[in-house]
Structure formats: structure tokens, C-alpha cells
């Protein structure tokens, strides 16, 4: 069974431009979290698509958006790009919204954005 | 505001013996926990979980525990082995809203 994938691996771009990252989850699940990691520090959870609405998102501004395509695959656009915004982006994905039984989240590898 | 803290920014163990890594939440309202384990260049790999209704939960040589009233969660690795050594993130979540709330991470370092 495949796993998530993210596109592209590496992302270069220069301050003030346009990234848009993108993800497919694992086969038969329906919500999507996006998550950044900048150096040295944790997951900061940014935005999380179930069933093609968005369900929650962290603390970040607005010109960090997205979406969900009916086939679950989401894509990541940061707008107006900063150099703080250089760091790893993590997709990941899992069966269904939280149940309260518990829920995995299986995270993909990562695309790593570069501003200049 | 980090609700979930590991406090160990790196650890170091010899092969074979035990490594205990900890994380320190905030946030009473957390009820389901997990720890990832991350190597260089590849996304995060759920390792094992706990509910808040259980203190242990144990899975081959990997195994959680839970102290609510110290609001505190370790995770045991015996024996270690050289293959363990990664960066191991600890998280948790509440039954709303479904956001996972990350430690900083704990680069563990098993040397042979």
C-alpha cells in the first residue's frame, strides 16, 4: 500500500512569490493535516481538510491556505512568501476526523521550502 | 505556546541498555498521545500510542507510559539498538478538533 506522497521534494523561491505545495494521502483516507517545521523546532500544525472542507487550522496567518480535491489530495499555497517561511512542510493523513477512540495520523516526507 | 514539551533535546545510550525519553504536557484536556520517531530526509513514523485511560501500553521492545496526575509521558526503548537512533517527537490531541500538538523532539543517539 502506498503511502502519502508530497510534491515537489524541494522548493526554491524568492521572497514575495507564491509556493504551493502538494499532497496524496493513503488510499481510502479522508482528512489531510498540513504541518511545518521550521529549524529547531516541533510540528506546527497549520491546517487540517476532511471530506474537502476545512476543519481547523493552527496559528498562522491567512496567506498560508489550501484545499482538498474530491479525491482527498490537498495542496498547500503560501502566498506573499517570507524568509521565516523556509522550513520542512509535512503532510499527513488518516482515516477519518477524530472519533475519540484515537486516530493515527501517517505523515509523508516532507517538501523543503527555501525562501531567499 | 507549546502545550507538549520534551525538555531532552538529545540523548545518548549504548547499544542494549534501556532508553527512556520523556515529554511534559500542559494541556489536561489531552486524551490520546503518540510517539514518532523521524530520520533525516523522511517524513515522521508513528511508533506507538496511548489512550488516557490507560498508564502502559507496550509494543515489542517500545513501550508508553502515562502519569496524568503529572501530566508527564515516557517512552521506554529496551533493548536499544543502533537502528533506534532518530529524532523521537511525542504528541497528543483532545477529542475535538483533531490537532496533534508536537514536542520539539529528542535526538536519540544508540551507539554500537
Known amino acids: 500500500e502506498a503511502g502519502v506522497t508530497q510534491s515537489p521534494t524541494h522548493l526554491i523561491k524568492t521572497r514575495g512569490q507564491q509556493a504551493t505545495l502538494r499532497c496524496s494521502p493513503i488510499s481510502g483516507h479522508t482528512s489531510v493535516y498540513w504541518y511545518q517545521q521550521a529549524l529547531g523546532l516541533g510540528l506546527q500544525f497549520l491546517l487540517w481538510?476532511?471530506?474537502?472542507?476545512?476543519?481547523n487550522r493552527g496559528n498562522f496567518p491567512p496567506r498560508f491556505s489550501g484545499r482538498q480535491f474530491p479525491n482527498y489530495s490537498s495542496e498547500l499555497n503560501v502566498n506573499a512568501l517570507e524568509l521565516e517561511d523556509s522550513a520542512l512542510y509535512l503532510c499527513a493523513s488518516s482515516l477519518a476526523h477524530f472519533s475519540g477512540v484515537g486516530d493515527t495520523q501517517y505523515f509523508g516526507p516532507g517538501t523543503r521550502l527555501t525562501v531567499l | 505556546d507549546q502545550q507538549v514539551k520534551q525538555n531532552s533535546p538529545s540523548l545518548s545510550v549504548q547499544e542494549g541498555r534501556i532508553s527512556i525519553l520523556n515529554c511534559d504536557y500542559t494541556?489536561?484536556?489531552?486524551?490520546?498521545f503518540l510517539w514518532y520517531k523521524k530520520y533525516p530526509a523522511e517524513g515522521p513514523t508513528f511508533l506507538i500510542s496511548i489512550s488516557s485511560i490507560k498508564d502502559k501500553n507496550e509494543d515489542g521492545r517500545f513501550t508508553v507510559f502515562l502519569n496524568k496526575s503529572a501530566k508527564h509521558l515516557s517512552l521506554h526503548i529496551v533493548p536499544s539498538q543502533p537502528g533506534d537512533s532518530a529524532v523521537y517527537f511525542c504528541?497528543?490531541?483532545?477529542?475535538?478538533?483533531?490537532?496533534?500538538?508536537f514536542g520539539t523532539g529528542t535526538s536519540l543517539t544508540v551507539i554500537p
Open positions: 494541556n489536561s484536556m489531552f486524551d490520546y
Open positions: 481538510y476532511d471530506e474537502g472542507e476545512e476543519r
Open positions: 504528541a497528543a490531541s483532545k477529542n475535538t478538533g483533531n490537532q496533534f500538538y
